[in-house]
Structure formats: structure tokens, C-alpha cells
């Protein structure tokens, strides 16, 4: 789904990146009541984690590969608003150093791969967690659902922008049906990949799982023949001291980010090379015509190699690794300042009303 340069006319474009700029100021704003001390290295990491996966393409159709998008995993995992921001740093990351989606389609990318994902798969999120039991493998359950609808949703969006600005006459009803055809078949990928994911996390720490707050129900007593509630002495009462959830939440980092540099570094080679939905969409279609020269096309890192390096496993592998590691790092900075930010709105010279 990355768009390139020459795909949309520059007024669309230019709509589109004032839309995703504001859509990343309201994230800027509401991701500071996602993000503590517990979940802001994990948004990071998730980040991270996104970038490693998405350049690892599957195989859905004769010729064509997919690959996650990340919206619902990223929203399930640290909350919708930071689930924005997680994806968008790693579209600015691709765009600019690995030369993938384009510069002036910055904003086109971010509107239908950060916000449409993002929105559409944790509100069906919600509303599917409201209804199924309240349980861990309902939340597995939603995200599949969730994120198998919202990779479809995003390429219906990129219809919807392609039938006012694209920059070839072709038929926007082909244009429907072959793009979000594909990837209905490129969802079930990313559903997959998103279930298995959250499952993973929640088995270990279901407390930092944002879609699995409130799972927890309370404690029912027998009292004279009657079910009552049971008092909540969770505040008081910690069920893990806190220094084995500060080992447990850094163990999870660091499995986290050596499963991220091994998926990127070791295991993308093996990934499918056949083009993604878009680029074989736009091929067959004639929709990429017009398609404009990447403006980081001589970036040492350009179409996730490094320049100079021949072997191409080894030259994939750095690139994929540098990728992880740059993501994780320019990630997690936007998100302790978020998290700083939230500090310092709530801190006793900010509340202090007294004359």
C-alpha cells in the first residue's frame, strides 16, 4: 500500500498531508493518555517491530505478495492514538531512507496506512470486545477480525483518493475491484500476523496489552446464599512486586527487539519478491504511468540495501537491521516526549491554583 510519487495529482496530495499532519497533532495530544512509564519503550518497540515485519512480503495470488500493514496491531497493543504515531514514524522512516512510498504521497500514505487502519480496526476492536466474553482469546479473536477488515478499508481509501486526484484515466471501478480484491487475500496475512502477535504479548504481560485493559473480572463472594462483589484491593495490593514487572516488562523489550533485527536482518531474505497488491494492481492497470523518480532514490539504504555492498543477503540484512534499529530509536524518542509531556502537564506547579 505504500503510494509512490506520480500515483495522486499534488492538490490531492497536498489535502492529504494536511489532513495526516493534523491527524498526528490529535495523536500528539491523545497518546498522552495512552503512554506511562510501562507502555512508552513498548510503543517504541512496536514501531520497530512493524518496520521488521512489513519487509517481510508473503505470497496471496500468482504473482502478487503482501505484507503487514501494522494499524491494528500497533492500536491494540498501545492504543489508537499511539498506534497513529507508531506507524507514521515508520512511513517517514521508509520514505526517507529506504526510498520506499513517496515524499510528496507522505501524506497519502499516512492517511490510508496510520489513520484509515488505525480508526477502523479499534473501533470494530471495540465494539467486538464489548460483546464476546470477557476473555484473552476474545481479544485475539477481535484483533483477527479487526485487523483482517482494515487492510480492505485502506485500499477502499486509496480508491476514494485515486478517483479524485489519479493521474491516469483508468477506470475507477477496475481500480476497485482489482485493489481491494487483493487485498481482502492480503488481510488474511495481516490478521494472522496481528492474532498471533497480540496472543503472544497477552500470554505474558496482558497489562500492557491497551485492548486488554478492563479484561479482568472482578472477584465474585458468596455472601448468605447471594453473589457479591468482591472488594478490589488491586491498587493497594499489587499482585506483582513491582521490581519482577520492571524485569518482566524489560525481558519483553528485549525479546521483542531481537525477534525485530532476526526478522529483518536474517529472516527478510527469504521473503516473497513478487510485487506487493499495489505495485502489481498499478502494473496491470496502468495506474503508474506517471510514477515519479523516488526523490531518496540515491539513499545509501535505497529499496532496503545497503549501497556498495553486493551480496545480497548481507546487503538486505544490514539494511533491515539499521531499519530496526533507527525505527526503534527515532520511536522511542517521540514517545518518552510524549510521555515527558504528559509529566509535566500533571506535575504540582501545573496544578497549583493557590495565589
Known sequence: MHVPDGFID?????????????AVAVSLRGA???????????????AAFIFAVQMLNFPVAAGTSGHLLGGALAAILVGPYTGVLCVSVVLLMQGILFADGGLTA???NITDMAIVTTVVAYALFRGLVKVLPRTRRSVTVASFVAALVSVPAAALAFTFLYWIGGTTDVAIGKVATATIGVHVLIGIGEAAITALTVGAVIAVR???????????QRLKLRVDGELVDAPDTSDSEPAVPAPAAARSRRGLWITGLVTSLVL???VSFYASADPDGLEKVAA????DRKTEEHAS??????????????????SGGLA??????????????????????????????????SA
Open 10 to 22: 499534488a492538490p490531492t496530495s497536498a489535502v492529504a498531508g494536511v489532513v495526516a499532519a493534523g
Open 32 to 46: 498522552r493518555r495512552e503512554l506511562d512509564e510501562r507502555t512508552a519503550p513498548l510503543a517504541g518497540l512496536v
Open 106 to 108: 507522505l501524506g497519502v
Open 206 to 216: 496482558p497489562d500492557l496489552v491497551h485492548g486488554a485493559r478492563g479484561l479482568r
Open 264 to 266: 529483518a536482518g536474517f
Open 284 to 287: 496491470d492497470q496502468g495506474i
Open 297 to 314: 532514490a540515491d539513499s545509501p539504504l535505497a529499496d532496503y540495501g545497503v549501497e556498495d555492498i553486493t551480496d545480497a543477503r548481507l
Open 320 to 353: 533491515g537491521v539499521i531499519g530496526v534499529g533507527v525505527t526503534v530509536v527515532a520511536g522511542s524518542a517521540v514517545f518518552w516526549a510524549v510521555r515527558r509531556q504528559r509529566t509535566d502537564d500533571t506535575s504540582p506547579a501545573d496544578t497549583d491554583v
